[in-house]
């Protein structure tokens, strides 16, 4: 099935109805890429984890159960120090670019789908679940969590229409249900949701698969299920027995921040906007008018609005805003025409939660040039906290300091900023410790230090 014969995609004027939706995936994915250069996935784990990846040139081997998550989004910076590049920039901006890759990918997935003939409603669902889920947690770019959107969204289109597919296409279900099954613990729950859309919404094509004796289909079908039910169970294993008992309290104590978030906040409230806006056509003035204000003060007092801490517990949006989304994309909105004036709509009021987010990113930058001003610009050697004082910043992490010394500092670090006192060292200790002397390019004090 064609765009032009889809029955829920109206091309009412000369341009096609997803051109606002590929509009906005364009400005959404730049603003990853925007976090990226600046350097924004050193946030968090990210430092502790570019480093270990620089010493062992492998990906990270920290959780067992999230061990696929390591491998999709470190396999390009892995990739290329084998091949024997040593660029510090390039470096930093490969590490972080793996980890938006699965965005573009799943994006492009989902769109070709929908132009064969697939539920026009995935596309804004996930750009919607980018803007409201990927996002807000951004200050932990590099997060395990971050894949379970990408990685689920483009095995909604098989689940919807099964019976469209051929055997070789369910190959790719399969290799999404493999990367699913060690990704992150709250993959259970849409691991389930998924078993839950074929029993209820794919009954009447599975059904028809069998009439059809399309078994090698209903086998690889199956072979999914089987692998959604071993994903659940690893999960749960891990949830009951996590790797540190303290992550699943953080991660309960991160429940009660969600709301906190103002780039959660303003999606949501863009998505009210664009509701209303479709009810009362007249009222879409006032509404932009609104979101631009909103967005104008989350800009003007952006160092109140966001802190790290609040966008890393907003992980906890996997749990409970993923499967809710989901649900809403299959049995809501499913049924949905898509026109160029509702996906127009759509990408006006979907610019405010980016407006917000580009605000936390100057946040971060903020604190990420004064990390490298005193990494690469000074000569202090290692720098207590009770001097440097970043730790009070609203977007620093107290124990990331050594690690994101070197990292921002390279190829020219000339002071490593310690922790405060009483803070683990991770990954190393700079009091007995300095690691990739070629890759930091150490100078002063530093240089002479054994």
Known sequence: MTLASSPRLHQKSCCSPLLPFDCLAAAILGTLLWSVLSNKQFSADGASFFIEILRSRDVNHIAWSRQFSYELGQWPLVLVLHWGLSNAALLRFIFGLGYVLPFIAAYLIVRVQVTKGAVPALLPGYLFGMLSIALPSDFLLVGESQFLLPLAWPMLAYLLQPGRFSSAAWLLPIALSVLLTRMYETQAVTLALFGLILALRSRAQLTALARQRRYLVLGLICLCIALWVLGAAIAAYWIIYPRDPANRGAFLHGLAHTAQNAVFDVSMLAALCFFIG?????????????????????????????????????????LLWLPPLIALSVWRFEACAVTFGVA??????????????????????????????????????????????????PASWNWTFP???????????????????????QPFNPATELPLASFAGYRGTLARQP
């Open 278 to 318: 479709l009810r009362v056509p007249k009222t879409r003035g006032v509404l932009v008018v609104v979101l631009l204000a909103i967005s104008y003060l989350c800009w003007h007092e952006r160092f109140d609005f966001f802190n790290a801490q609040i966008s890393f517990d907003s992980r906890v949006l996997t």
């Open 403 to 425: 690690s994101l010394s070197i990292a921002l500092g390279a190829p020219h670090v000339g002071s490593v900023l310690e922790n405060a006192l009483g803070v683990a060292w």
């Open 344 to 393: 127009l709509w759509f990408a006006v009021v979907s610019v405010a939660p980016l407006a917000v987010d580009l605000a936390s990113t100057n946040v971060w930058r903020d604190y990420a040039s004064q990390v490298t001003n005193w990494a690469a610009r000074r000569d202090d050697g290692l720098v207590p906290a009770s001097v440097h004082r970043l730790d009070r910043h």
